[in-house]
């Protein structure tokens, strides 16, 4: 049998925790796949688990995040793509899950299921409550809520179609990528199935409460967000998405500043933020609200 899916797996030095997500690769029964997974010049194990798991390795030292993906995704010989962080772990029957929904409905470009995280709480992982998002991709719960973009499963032709993700925003473009596909004429549907589990730990970029880099999570948001409210035809919805997330991540980087890094900053980037959505504080209100009633529910 051909191969159906291909699994993509960025990884530098997770050696300590990567034997849990090539565990859980093998439990994909039931689906033709592949494990490409490329090394951005770890100097640990890494290699060495990835290649006895039966995975494809592919070395590109230096690579980035989401570089190693391009160059996984370039390397697929499946017609599906499956996207696995090598500290995080996909549920057993995710991909099996998957290819039914695609089988059911053939033009679909991608689905994306349910997505939980689970916490390191004294050496050991404990599974946060579950939010209550809707599985079906949208421009909102991408940008507004969490983008799940690992419990998302696309045709390779998708990829081609939107481009590659765009390694200039190191943390984000992941987010950066699925907001291009739901602003594209990609047809996406959610499924009724837990797929894939985020580890929250203290390396975590973007996941969990230490969030060392949420400056730079938050610049690089402010500034494809600009990018994105240039496109001419957009529609009316999509544009007021938009102008509620600028809008958030201004809010959000100007407390940082006035914290951080002083009133000069907070001037600049609130100055540059009326030019690209004169009304923005008004946008605000609304995401704001929604994270503030969020907090006070849990």
């Not at 999509?238 to 102008?243: A, D, G």
């Amino acid at each position: 049998m051909s191969v159906q899916v291909s699994i993509v797996t960025p990884n530098l030095n997770r050696g300590g925790m990567l034997a849990d997500a090539l565990a859980s690769v093998a439990t994909q029964t039931g689906v033709a796949f592949e494990h490409i997974f490329v090394d951005g010049g770890s100097t640990d194990n890494s290699v060495a688990l990835a290649a006895s798991s039966g995975a494809r390795v592919i070395e590109a030292p230096g690579s980035s995040i989401y570089e190693a993906i391009n160059i996984g995704i370039a390397a697929a010989q499946g017609e599906f793509i499956c996207l696995l962080n090598s500290d995080d772990w996909l549920r057993p029957g995710a991909l099996k899950a998957a290819l039914a929904a695609f089988e059911t409905e053939p033009n679909l470009d991608l689905v994306r299921g349910r997505a939980d995280v689970e916490a390191s709480v004294d050496g050991h992982w404990v599974m946060e409550p579950a939010l209550a998002e809707p599985a079906a991709p949208s421009l909102a719960n991408a940008l507004l809520g969490r983008s799940n973009i690992n419990a998302c499963i696309f045709k390779r032709t998708l990829f081609e179609r939107v481009g590659p993700f765009n390694p200039t925003y190191a943390i984000s473009a992941d987010r950066e990528w699925l907001a291009r596909v739901l602003l594209s004429d990609a047809r996406t549907a959610g499924i009724n199935s837990d797929i894939y589990v985020y580890r929250s730990h203290a390396g975590s970029l973007t996941i969990g409460r230490e969030r060392k880099q949420t400056e730079k999570w938050v610049r690089e948001h402010l500034t494809f967000s600009r990018a994105l409210l240039r496109i001419p035809a957009l529609t009316a919805g999509h544009r007021t998405v938009l102008q509620q997330f600028h809008a958030k991540e201004t809010a959000h980087f100007a407390l940082l500043s006035l914290r951080r890094f002083g009133f000069g900053d907070f001037v600049s980037t609130t100055a540059r933020s009326f030019g690209a959505s004169p009304l923005w504080p008004m946008h605000a209100v609304a995401p704001i609200g929604a994270i503030v009633a969020r907090r006070l529910r849990s």
